[in-house]
């Protein structure tokens, strides 16, 4: 049998994953305060887990960047609060449990699906933003000092701290980043993340350099929280709600994204609800562990595949192999440099980039361009979920505009005495003798509140005729606001004494029309034609 194929590809394909996750959880665990153990336990929980009852076979779950800028945050601020980070460990653990449960009720309410209408632009300005944070916060470890913390702080701290560069970290850091970059030109059998973990390690240690490294990494089986729910101090219950809720939106979006990647890879086709069910179950239990949030992890999902995965065995095999790792190995990690982590985080950073719409804001038309450089920014330096959130409305607010004004432009009336443009044969022969009485007023889109001003103008600038004929074929929505806007034009003209008649009405507008009594109360049945050839020409 093939390697790529069968149990053995999933067994290379977990193996492979689980070599590519180690560092990158034990430097996400580091980044997020509560040291590398729990980026190690995050991995192995969610890595399992979610590969057990998600809804992507191929996908590799654990710690990414996205969810430990937001972790890092909350853990320096309960430990800012409480004073260390034991004492802190209830609340933390209540958010990060929360943020599962969340995500398991979002599969279950199957909020799954809506992941699709997410803008580009928010997506790429958002992943952007997370790759400058991680760049950003780890300046500091990269030369060998401690993190002022936020990327303000530390951009504002950067003038100060030139002169205290350790170069023993720096070279380390710059040796670790250049080792990831070329050495996949010798060969990509071996994760060049692993080699330069290992490497620069060794160097460390023979060299007997000073610099900053992990420290003790407790080994054997994680302590299970359940006190921290009986232990915990309610002392902002709007932190802990509002940031699991952040983690928990965070998660399903870079997990979400993530099956996508896999589908396109392994023409399948992920479900999305059960996937946040299998997120969802991971943090939760990963919480409970004291482990770090995280989600379906693009470059470890995209290895895996690439080494042979296919199934959810891949996933579960780099769980256990982290396990494994963890129960053996953890005096070892524990002599990893801090710049070496710092250098692996960086590389993460710059891979987050999304490089292809920096290339193209020449192109790209201005507003995504206004969108994404505003959701990069918020991220950056305001706040992660409020980015997404004002990121969103911007574009649907851009995108109601587009279509408004494409509905208002194509939305052509015409008495034919005066404007023969757009008048259709079958117009033409039912007018002829009848110009200077009717009125015809085509709409062509959907009529929705985006278009209300519009409509209103095009009410309001229709001659004194008798008969005023709407065309419907190419409106296929009306909103509460179109239905009100249309009851009110149609109130106003039958004061006037003009007769209104709706031709080919599609369902939806129909309905509405009907269930608000517009149809028959104001316009009768006799009025309604499915067909303009089916008007009953005039005398």
Known sequence: MNMNKGFSGDLFGGLTAAIVALPLALAFGVQSGMGPVAGLYGAIALGILAALFGGTRTQISGPTGPMTVVSSAIVAAEIAYFGSLEAALPSIVVTFVLAGVLQIFMGMLRVGQYIRYMPY??????????????????????????????????????????????????FLAAGTIATIYLFPKITKTIPATLVALILFTLLSILLKLQVPTI????????????????????HDPAI??????????????????????????????????????????????????????????????????????????????????????????????????????AGILITVGIGIIDYRSLRGLRSIPRADVVIMLSVTLLTVFVDLLQAVGIGMVMAALWFMKQMS????????????????????????????????????????????????????????????????????????????????????AISSLRQKGIEIMFCALQAQPRGMLERIGLIPNLVSTDKIFERFEDLVPLD
Do not use: C
Not at 131 to 160: D, E, H, K, Y
Not at 215 to 234: C, M, N, R, V, Y
Not at 252 to 272: C, E, F, G, K, P
């Open 121 to 170: 632009p928010v997506i790429s300005g958002f992943m952007s933003g997370i790759g400058l944070i991680i760049i950003i916060t780890q300046l500091f470890p990269l030369m060998g000092l401690s993190s002022p913390g936020s990327p303000l702080a530390t951009l504002l701290s950067l003038g100060g701290a030139i002169g205290k560069i350790n170069l023993q970290a720096l």
């Open 240 to 341: 802990i709600i509002f940031t699991a809720l952040t983690l928990a939106s965070l998660g399903a979006i870079d997990s979400l994204l993530t099956s996508v990647v896999a589908d396109n890879m392994t023409r399948t086709q992920h479900n999305s609800n059960r996937e946040l069910i299998g997120q969802g179950i991971g943090n939760a239990v990963a919480g409970l562990f004291g482990g770090l949030p995280g989600a379906g992890a693009t470059i470890r999902t995209v290895v895996n595949i690439r080494s042979g995965g296919h199934s959810r065995l891949s996933g579960i095999t780099h769980g256990v192999i982290l396990l494994f790792i963890l129960l053996g190995a953890g005096k070892y990690a524990g002599l990893i440099p801090v710049p070496v982590l």
């Open 405 to 488: 004004d494409l509905t208002e432009e194509k939305s052509q009336g015409h008495l034919l005495a005066t404007d023969k443009r757009g008048v259709l044969a079958d117009e033409q022969a039912w007018l002829r003798g009848h110009e200077e009485q009717v009125y015809i007023q085509h709409f062509d889109g959907p009529i929705f509140f985006g278009f209300i001003f519009g409509f209103n103008r095009i009410i309001r600038e229709m001659p004194e005729v008798k008969t005023v004929i709407f065309r419907m074929e190419n409106v296929p929505y009306i909103d509460q606001s179109g239905l009100y806007a249309f009851e009110d």
């Open 215 to 234: 420290g003790d990494i407790p080994q054997g089986l994680p302590k299970l929280h359940l006190s921290a729910f009986f232990e915990i101090e309610w």
